[in-house]
């Protein structure tokens, strides 16, 4: 049929009249009608080269260099051609038909159209015979038609046929105008076949099917592997699905975007109701498709969410769709209702959806408002063109036909909307006045009125003409027509029903999809029908359903499928009236199809409660269908959480048999029951399961994604706290570390810093006498001796662990004048343990007799232990060996410093009676006592003549058997010196400094008489 | 049947600067022995003289008595009052020493710690019978150093 029509228009062409031209064009196109393509190409190429600007050779090289084959050069010739001379249509009409005889993408077909709509402005504007732009106009026309064909776009295809046909004359544009009529047709029926039922598949071998899972794996690293295994399929077992699907798929990858169309048509010509068919085909037409493809996009769009309204993703994309496409309103619409079925679920997806939502709805009511033009109302009649047709009526009611024809057609000429002037002289003459029919062209419902007042007048005319009276021989009109009998009155209102239809005028659908009824065409009559019904609202239902019952329809069926078509055409509300509206109570339906269809139109509706329930309705019917169960699942998904929880019986029921949907609102309740664990892994096995076009799969991942989040960040949490804990865990042990060990031992004390030795020596003799002789000792008693006797001699004046403390106390604070610090006495292994026994003993005797006594029995078993101890640490103090070695050391100093201070110096005897004694005493404090004695012999003894000086270092044991260490000086100086003085003496030199040493380190001083030359000695004798 | 009759218990004679001994002997064995308190050397002579004993028990340090009472041995040539704490603090060998030069051979405990063995040797050889009681020891020890209250 497209090769028909594009030969109608080339014929139209080649049968132009040829004018005065070149010697040269004329032979070419002489060349031409006798087929020799390549010669006329020769030809003309020499005649465009003697004359470029020659926009008719322009033309004639490009439809001759077309008919050699020369396809590309054709089409450059022929632009070139319209480039010469813009008004010349010829060039657009052969470039429109070189073209439409080729695969062209929808960019290269968008340009052809706005250069045909070019074209045919300008023959608008031009000057020139009324013919000759006619004939223009008409070509431009038809070649858009079949443009809009080729695109799909059957509904504009219709209009600018009829468009052309009020300028079509010639036989040539007269045939291929039945051509394209024809090819439309055809179209729409096969279209029609779409939404009709699915085709039977073939039975398919199971090595076909493993082949296609094969392929399948294929899809995504080798494409056009896969796409060719799926045409081989494909072509094995012709109508099998899924093969088509695969190769659709596959051509995708590859970039093959019209195959992939191609397929995909295909395939939804097989099976009409394969929703990711169609959702993958609006997809991709929406995405890659230019203007001319915008409008199937919608459609495939709209069939895609009439199968499977939780496509929320795909409202969306049909409302960019729409806006894109300028349909502004529409776009509101479909967003105004995405936006609220956003907000009532309100829970599952993050804001990016609905701000895109928001933004889209924002612009698209800004070009509504601002760009939504309200189409301009037909000029009223003139008061002088009225008074025209009533004189004409006048003249006619007298029989004067001549005059009224003039009359009327002078009305007409003032006023070419008054349509009962137009009917009148349409009925009267046979003949529809043009310029009435062109001023209401764009005006459905003034068509519609003029189809109306014809068929009235032409009643009325009837009526007029009485039987008895037989008409006169019809007299020829004076423009040469004649008055319409009821036939020809069909014919020549027919154009202006089907234009009025196409405008969407829902009384003329009807009236056409009559005419179709009548002609036998009964699938163009419903489809006209369900139009009617869709854009004519509740008013011409029951009209319509009266119709279709005489279509002989098929009933439950058919009813269906003028549903979906409803829905497919966003007519929401009607396909609900159409289908019953009730779900449950006495009026619902028994059938579970058409109360799943109930349940998708409430889905569009944004009713997802009224959804449910059609949903479960059918699932009352059919408990075990997958179908109604996911359908329900699905619905569930995007639902609002509220209405979930009396659903779970049947999502349970649907995860058993399967059905992956009902994972995600079974995932929703489980975040709901704060069961978030089994909420990721029942996601994790729906997204594992399904793939991106699952409906609600982008809802899961997204809950899927917050889930994982909260719970990271609850692990976070658990993980702070836990490491809080543990680091209050690590500082209360190392604060009780630092405790345990912070200070020293007495016995480290000792160690480092000897001078602690007397007090430490001093408090161990005091807790020996006062602790552990008057008062521990009788804990040994506790068996022999009435209890609260030993308690006494163990506490009281003060208890023996007080005493031990106050000891300890005195040890602490010179250790800590001296810069250290001791540890506190509970934790002191000496004094603290010997304090912790006393203590635990003297708790326990203030307590009745028990066998916690046990205690007491110990500590009195540690006392000779804790004495050892207390022994140990007087075997500590520093022992400093004062051998010759030292002492000449000690003594060369001191030398070294009396001659320095021309001080005398005598060499003192030296007498060491042992060798190894070690005197308990500090180096320190042992060289001052040794140098302030020396000192003090020295000056003593150089006041005198032959000064003799002696020292003496011995061994020996006192009265009472103490052993004593002592370092003697001896001087020849008669002045004597007494112990007392040397007490008197003041600290810090001389005596003052050996007396205070001396007594520092428990040892005491002595003066002793000496035998000539020497007259005394000082001792400082160590125990 | 049991013996009822009441049987004299040993006397002890203590020599100590306070009551401290004496006090503490007495309510924790004062059921199998008598004490007797003397401060010093005079009063111990006096008392062996008018009563018999069965031990002496010695404290070490007498540094509550007075210098004047305190026995000196002149431990050294050069004494004088520095020498006056170390003469209280070993007062108990003196007196111990003086005793048995008047020819008192009573057994004799002396609670000490010398931190010396070869001073406790000294000592317990020249004033024997001698022992040396340490302060870590308990008063049921010391008891088993004393004759039994069957010692006459």
Known sequence: MIRASRAGVLALLVALPLQAAPTLQQRGLKALRQGHAAEAVELLRQAAEERPRDAAIATDLGFALARAGHLDQADDQLRHAITLDPRRFYAYANLAALRSGRPLDPRARDELAALLEQGLEIQRKAPGSSESKKLAQAGLLLALADVERAAGNLTQARARLAQARRFVSSPAQRQLLSNLTGAIDAQAARTELRDGESWPEPAVPDADRRALGDAEKLLESDPSSAAREGERLERKLPGWREPLWLRARALLSLGRLDDAAGELNTLLRLDPSHARAWRLLGETLAEHGG???????????????????????????????????????????????????????????????????????????????????????????????????????????????????????????????????????????????????????????????????????????????????????????????TPLDESSLARVVRPWIDRAADLGDSSALLTRARFSASEGKPELALRDLTAAVALGGNARLPEARSLRATLGATGESTLLLQARGLLAQSRTAEAIDLLGRACTGPGASADPERLLTLGRAHELMGDPSGAIDCHRAAIALAPNDPRALERLARAAGSAP?????????????????????????????????????????????????TDASEPGHATARALQARLLRERDAQLSAARLRLLALAFLVCASAAALLLIRFRGLTVTRALLREPSLFPHVAKAVAAIRHDALKHRASALSMLDSAPREDVQHALTLPRPASQLVADAYLAVREAARQLGLGLKPLAREPVFGALSTDLQAAEEQLARPPGPRDARIHRAASRMKAHADALGALLQLGPRTRLDATQVSKWLLALEGEAR????????PALELLRLDLDFPIAQGALESVFANLVRNAQAAAGAHPEPRVRIRIDEERDAAGRRLLVLSVADSSPQLVSIEQISARESGRGLGLVRDGVRAWQGFLRVRPESAPLHKSVEACFP | MPDDTIRPRPRILVCEDGDEYTERFTRLLGR????????????????????????????????????????????HEGANEDDAPRLAADQGVLLLRALRVAGVRLPALLCADFDDPARERLLCAELDPLQIVPSSEGLSELAARLPGPNHS
């Not at chain 1, 059905?659 to 995932?667: C, E, G």
């Not at chain 2, 070490?60 to 041995?73: H, V």
């Open chain 1, 291 to 481: 203007q001319f493809e915008a409008e199937r996009a919608d459609e495939a769009l709209r069939q895609a969410l009439a199968l499977e309204p939780a496509w929320t993703e795909l409202k969306l994309l049909r409302g960019r769709t729409l806006l894109r496409r300028g349909q502004a309103r529409e776009a509101v619409a479909v967003l105004d209702a995405l936006d609220k079925e956003l907000r009532a679920r309100g829970d599952v997806r993050g804001g990016a959806m609905q701000s895109e939502v928001q933004s889209l709805l924002f612009a698209a009511r800004s070009e509504e408002s601002s760009g939504h033009t309200q189409l301009p109302r037909l000029a009223e009649p003139s008061a002088a063109s009225r008074d025209l047709l009533t004189q004409a009526q006048e003249l006619l009611a007298r029989g004067e036909d001549e005059g009224a024809f003039d009359h009327l057609h002078r009305a007409l000429q003032d006023s070419p909307t008054l349509l009962e002037a137009a009917a009148l002289l349409c009925v009267r003459t046979g003949v529809a006045p043009d310029e009435t029919v062109r001023a209401i062209w764009n005006d459905g419902a003034a068509l519609v009125r003029l189809v109306e007042l014809v068929r009235s007048t032409a009643i009325e005319q009837a009526l007029h003409t009485s039987p008895l009276d037989p008409a006169p021989e019809a007299a020829p009109a004076p423009d040469g027509g």
């Open chain 1, 641 to 689: 959480l509220t209405l979930l929880p009396p659903l779970s019986a049947e999502l349970e029921r649907a995860a058993s048999l399967g059905v992956m949907a009902a994972q995600l609102p079974r995932a929703r309740l489980m975040v709901a029951a704060g069961r978030a664990d089994d909420a990721i892994a029942t996601l994790a096995e729906f997204l594992a399961r």
């Open chain 1, 900 to 907: 320095a201070l021309n001080q005398p110096w005598t060499s």
């Open chain 2, 32 to 75: 199998r022995y008598e004490f007797t308190r003397a401060t010093s050397f005079g009063e111990t002579r006096a008392l062996l003289a008018a009563r018999s004993f069965a031990a002496l028990i010695l404290d070490l340090d007498f540094r509550r008595t007075p210098r004047a009472l305190l026995l000196d041995e002149q431990l």
